[in-house]
């Protein structure tokens, strides 16, 4: 797809996050994400993806870090300083790295605490999960299964199901294939792709698979000690050599 004739969902402009008023984890981070778009944000270990994700969904204050400069806008309007679970109810929901799933509850029930958000009547969240379930046949047949009794792809596909109950415009996601086989994290990312395809759902998603991201992204960001280092279509930075200049870990 054309990332330049589409209409801009997210804006993050020079943003600088501090952590305990002391540490520097993101400076002068500036990118957009299209209505529509899968974008890559690439980079090694510590290279700040989780950070600029946190601070894009206002989660960064959870872990006494705070936004010192800088502009996010979500569908042309200032996100800074706002209530996570009221950008969830704009449509901006993050899934975080980790597969953070209710162990003690069963698949169903995790999927229907992404509903609460909006509050959705009965009808609408039946509506809701059959098409949770449509997209996700592994955790229909999980449903009554509890979350904490299935695997890291289950896991994961849940997490990113409870996420979609939210009803956004506009998914987070930090390492998806974290951890998994490489025949599950195809898998996820073939659901994201479909899920762009269908709904129309846009991704930010933080990743080292380089396949993963030149198979399944648009557009990448390459974030270095904080910094973007390059930005581009993910092929051509590839073919430039921008993308293997960070540590991104071994091609799966």
């Given at each position: 797809?054309?990332i330049?004739?589409?209409?801009?969902?997210?804006?993050?402009?020079?943003?600088?996050?501090?952590?305990?008023?002391?540490?520097?984890?993101?400076?002068?981070?500036?990118?957009?994400?299209?209505?529509?778009?899968?974008?890559?944000?690439?980079?090694?270990?510590?290279?700040?993806?989780?950070?600029?994700?946190?601070?894009?969904?206002?989660?960064?204050?959870?872990?006494?870090?705070?936004?010192?400069?800088?502009?996010?806008?979500?569908?042309?309007?200032?996100?800074?300083?706002?209530?996570?679970?009221?950008?969830?109810?704009?449509?901006?929901?993050?899934?975080?790295?980790?597969?953070?799933?209710?162990?003690?509850?069963?698949?169903?029930?995790?999927?229907?605490?992404?509903?609460?958000?909006?509050?959705?009547?009965?009808?609408?969240?039946?509506?809701?999960?059959?098409?949770?379930?449509?997209?996700?046949?592994?955790?229909?047949?999980?449903?009554?299964?509890?979350?904490?009794?299935?695997?890291?792809?289950?896991?994961?596909?849940?997490?990113?199901?409870?996420?979609?109950?939210?009803?956004?415009q506009?998914?987070?996601?930090?390492?998806?294939?974290?951890?998994?086989?490489?025949?599950?994290?195809?898998?996820?990312?073939?659901?994201?792709?479909?899920?762009?395809?269908?709904?129309?759902?846009?991704?930010?998603?933080?990743?080292?698979?380089?396949?993963?991201?030149?198979?399944?992204t648009?557009?990448?960001?390459?974030?270095?000690?904080?910094?973007?280092?390059?930005?581009?279509?993910?092929?051509?930075?590839?073919?430039q050599g921008?993308?293997?200049?960070?540590?991104?870990?071994?091609?799966?």
């Amino acid at each position: 797809m054309s990332i330049t004739n589409c209409e801009t969902l997210l804006n993050v402009a020079d943003i600088e996050v501090v952590y305990e008023q002391s540490i520097l984890a993101v400076k002068q981070v500036s990118l957009s994400v299209p209505q529509g778009a899968i974008v890559a944000l690439l980079g090694a270990n510590g290279a700040g993806k989780s950070t600029t994700l946190k601070a894009i969904s206002q989660l960064i204050t959870t872990e006494n870090g705070q936004i010192q400069r800088g502009q996010i806008e979500y569908r042309g309007e200032s996100i800074l300083g706002h209530n996570p679970g009221d950008i969830v109810k704009k449509g901006l929901v993050q899934v975080l790295e980790g597969r953070h799933c209710f162990a003690h509850l069963t698949v169903d029930e995790n999927l229907r605490t992404g509903g609460f958000i909006h509050h959705l009547s009965r009808t609408r969240l039946s509506e809701a999960l059959e098409k949770i379930y449509y997209y996700f046949p592994r955790l229909a047949e999980k449903k009554h299964t509890l979350a904490g009794y299935t695997s890291g792809g289950e896991q994961q596909m849940l997490a990113i199901g409870r996420a979609l109950m939210t009803e956004p415009q506009l998914v987070l996601l930090d390492e998806p294939s974290m951890g998994l086989a490489p025949k599950i994290s195809y898998e996820i990312f073939e659901l994201i792709q479909l899920l762009r395809e269908q709904q129309g759902t846009s991704f930010l998603v933080a990743e080292q698979n380089i396949r993963l991201a030149l198979q399944y992204t648009d557009y990448a960001y390459v974030i270095d000690n904080g910094e973007v280092s390059a930005s581009g279509q993910t092929q051509q930075l590839y073919e430039q050599g921008e993308i293997q200049k960070a540590y991104l870990g071994k091609i799966a």
